[in-house]
């Protein structure tokens, strides 16, 4: 079946505009999460949602970061007014129920903010 | 917190053997996960120890001792398309997010060579 996928896979913002990153998970997938890699590092933990709720925001390094999951399915990330230390891959993962272990990880949104 | 270490790099021959260390410092444990990762790529689950010991899985074997906060992944017989970065998770057991948030550490990219 389908797994976790991403869009756009690419993006390119100019310094101050804002973005928004989509995240479809596997259909029935309770849990979803939200990570920050950047460049030659592990990805770090931005936020995570069980069904509709967001449970975790601990990790969004900012106010400018923005996540939503309205219907328990696709989840959007935003950005506003992008700075060039946001330049990374947001990778997105989803599990199949709160008590699973394994998260399966989306390919990733290359984020390049000039 | 979690504070989770693991070489940056190594290099191994075509058929050889290698093994990747991991050491954290956790103030919660609910498992320890590697991923491998090529590049541009996302990670993908390898294995999960959550008890003391050696995890068997084809040419990939993980060990876990949580006395020691240490593990290691072992790659056996190792082929070209093991070039990849390998990440060391440890899943976090505290807060809201119990059993939920995985924190990793920086990747060990390893190269195989003819």
């Known amino acids: 079946g389908a797994g976790v996928s991403q869009s756009p896979r690419y993006k390119v913002a100019k310094r101050g505009q804002d973005v928004a990153l989509r995240c479809d998970p596997i259909?029935?997938?309770?849990?979803l999460f939200w990570y920050q890699q950047a460049l030659g590092q592990g990805p770090e933990f931005l936020t995570y949602?069980?069904?509709?709720?967001?449970?975790?925001k601990s990790g969004l390094p900012s106010d400018r970061f923005f996540a939503e999951r309205p219907e328990g399915s696709v989840s959007t990330l935003k950005i506003q007014r992008t700075q060039q230390e946001d330049s990374a891959v947001y990778l997105c993962?989803?599990?199949?129920?709160?008590?699973?272990?394994?998260?399966?990880f989306g390919p990733g949104t290359r984020l390049t903010v000039t | 917190g979690q504070n989770i270490d693991q070489p940056t790099e190594m290099t191994a021959t075509e058929g050889a053997i290698v093994q990747i260390n991991c050491t954290y410092q956790?103030?919660?444990?609910?498992?320890l996960f590697w991923y491998q990762q090529h590049a541009g790529e996302a990670p993908t689950f390898l294995s999960y120890?959550?008890?003391?010991g050696l995890e068997e899985k084809g040419r990939f074997s993980s060990f876990l001792s949580r006395s020691k906060g240490y593990s290691y992944l072992l790659l056996k017989e190792l082929q070209m398309k093991d070039s990849a970065s390998y990440l060391c998770?440890?899943?976090?057991?505290?807060?809201?997010?119990?059993?939920?948030?995985?924190?990793f550490g920086g990747g060990t990219r390893v190269l195989v060579k003819p």
């Open positions: 993962a989803s599990r199949v129920q709160v008590g699973d272990y394994e998260q399966y």
């Open positions: 259909s029935g997938h309770v849990s």
């Open positions: 949602f069980q069904n509709e709720a967001q449970l975790d």
């Open positions: 956790t103030s919660g444990f609910n498992g």
């Open positions: 120890n959550v008890l003391d």
């Open positions: 998770a440890v899943r976090d057991s505290a807060g809201r997010a119990a059993g939920n948030k995985l924190t």
